[in-house]
C-alpha cells in the first residue's frame, strides 16, 4: 500500500522530470542559436553541416519542450 505521503512525493519527483525535459529543451534551442554566432564553425565545417546541426538540435529542443509540456498537463489534470 502506498501512503499519502508517498503519492505526493512521487507526484513531485515527477513533476521536476518534466521541468528538466523543458529546461533541456530550451539549452537546445539555445545551442542551436549560439551555432550561428561563431563564425569559425561556418569556416571549419562549412556552412551546410553548421544548419543541418542547427536544425537538428532545435527540432530536438522543441521535441523536448513539448514532452515536458504534455506531460506536465497530463500530471496536472484532475482525476475523475
Same mark, same amino acid.
Given at each position: 500500500m502506498s501512503s499519502p505521503t508517498r503519492d505526493k512525493n512521487d507526484k513531485y519527483i515527477n513533476s521536476m522530470k518534466h521541468y528538466v525535459d *523543458?529546461?533541456?529543451?530550451? +539549452?537546445?534551442?539555445? *545551442?542551436?542559436?549560439?551555432? +550561428?554566432?561563431?563564425?569559425?564553425l561556418a569556416e571549419r565545417y562549412g556552412a551546410s553541416a553548421v544548419y543541418i546541426f542547427m536544425g537538428l538540435f532545435s527540432l530536438y529542443g522543441l521535441y523536448r519542450i513539448g514532452r515536458g509540456i504534455v506531460a506536465l498537463i497530463k500530471i496536472m489534470k484532475p482525476r475523475r
Open positions: *523543458i529546461a533541456m529543451g530550451l +539549452l537546445y534551442l539555445f *545551442i542551436s542559436v549560439y551555432m +550561428l554566432k561563431i563564425p569559425t
